[in-house]
């Protein structure tokens, strides 16, 4: 089709010359500036076509087609019940069912390692990976999983601290790093409850050292994982003022989300389809079992502690929560974290929302088979 544009302009371009034969001699310089333009729109269309087609290239008409159809889905993972999902997934051969075959990776840094490709799938923290989608990092989110995660601890004998206001002047821990999901929750947090973050000293603590520093009044407060939580929970030395898992105003939103490399998504969609799908029953396994679910992760070194607190734990997250919940709870954040300032606030709500939200697993994709 190239080559008959160009040949078709060549040929109109001669025939001009023939027709206007008797003026050639003050024309030629016109004639051959107009031939120049006009081949060079032809070429300038065919580039645009050319990068057309090789988009639809990605865009097959089968799953079997898909460029990484029949080869390992490499999935980001660790033994967080966060991932229980995608975990139980693997174990009861969902994948398999599904036709794929899954590389488990563990990766010291999940976010890079998506953006990057060297995983395809992981399930995170919306608290953690959003900020860096918006500043470019190459993923979208996808499949909502559950609520839950983090809450705002103290120690159970500071009666006098009963909510966030109460810790203004104080300190607050974050066990995974400035600007990380503890952080970003904390903010949350404050901002809901229309508390100056700049009231509150925020202290990176790790984590086996922040009972400690609990005790030793180096910090009053810590935002933690509700896992890591449990077991001093169960011993009553600290409590929660503030929560992802139970509060209100929270207790509806996807804490944790499938979160895919963006050119595999656009790439390969059928069968990101065909993963999440398989996610998302893992999800339901884990909301219907919660014993037997802790059962096989423990099984295959996949979750920590006590069985019977893990499974509490378990039974406290949401897994009904849908994609549309997973959109509801997106926008939310991005409405928060512009308010704070951590994600830039020249895009509109629903622009970011188009850019990183690509909701799967119930169907959003049509799966061809030959």
Excluded at 92 to 118: H, M, P
Excluded at 155 to 177: F, I, M
Excluded at 188 to 206: A, C, G, S
Excluded at 307 to 331: F, M
Aim: glycine share 8%; hydrophobic share 35%; proline share 3%.
């Amino acid at each position: 089709m190239k080559n008959n544009k160009l040949l078709a302009v060549l040929l109109l371009g001669g025939l001009t010359l023939v027709g206007c034969g008797n003026n050639a001699n003050n024309q030629t310089t016109d004639q051959a500036n107009t031939q120049t333009e006009t081949k060079n729109e032809v070429e300038k269309e065919n580039k645009t076509e050319n990068k057309t087609e090789d988009k639809n290239v990605a865009k097959a008409q089968s799953l079997e087609e898909e460029p990484r159809y029949n080869t390992p889905i490499k999935m980001g993972f660790d033994g967080d019940l966060c991932m229980a999902g995608q975990n139980l997934a693997e174990i009861n051969g969902y994948f398999k069912d599904k036709g794929i075959d899954i590389e488990f990776i563990n990766t010291q840094n999940g976010k890079d390692a998506l953006s990057t490709g060297q995983i395809d799938v992981m399930t995170g923290e919306f608290g953690s990976l959003i900020v860096p989608a918006t500043k470019g990092l190459n993923y979208v989110f996808s499949t909502a999983s559950h609520s839950g995660c983090k809450s705002l601890y103290v120690l159970n004998k500071n009666t006098d601290l009963q909510e966030t206001s109460d810790l203004a002047g104080k300190s607050v821990a974050v066990t995974n790093g400035i600007g990380n999901s503890g952080h970003n929750t904390l903010l949350r947090f404050l901002n809901h409850d229309d508390v100056n973050p700049k009231d509150i000293k925020v202290k990176p603590v790790e984590k086996s050292a922040v009972i400690q520093s609990l005790e030793k009044g180096e910090i009053q407060g810590a935002v933690l994982d509700d896992q890591f939580a449990q077991e001093f929970l169960q011993k009553d030395i600290i409590r929660p003022i503030r929560s992802l898992t139970s509060d209100e105003d929270f207790g509806k939103e996807v804490c944790c989300v499938a979160a895919f490399n963006k050119d595999f998504v656009e790439n390969n969609p059928m069968l990101a389809e065909l993963v999440a799908e398989a996610i998302d029953e893992g999800n339901t396994f884990a909301a219907e079992n919660p014993e037997e679910s802790i059962k096989l992760l423990q099984d295959k070194n996949l979750a920590e502690g006590d069985p019977e607190v893990a499974t509490d734990l378990l039974k406290s997250y949401d897994y009904s929560l849908t994609n549309e919940d997973g959109e509801t709870t997106i926008r939310s954040y991005f409405d928060d974290y512009k308010e704070l300032g951590l994600i830039p606030a020249n895009k509109s709500t629903d622009e970011l929302v188009e850019q990183l939200w690509r909701p799967l697993g119930n169907g959003e994709v049509d799966v061809v088979r030959k």
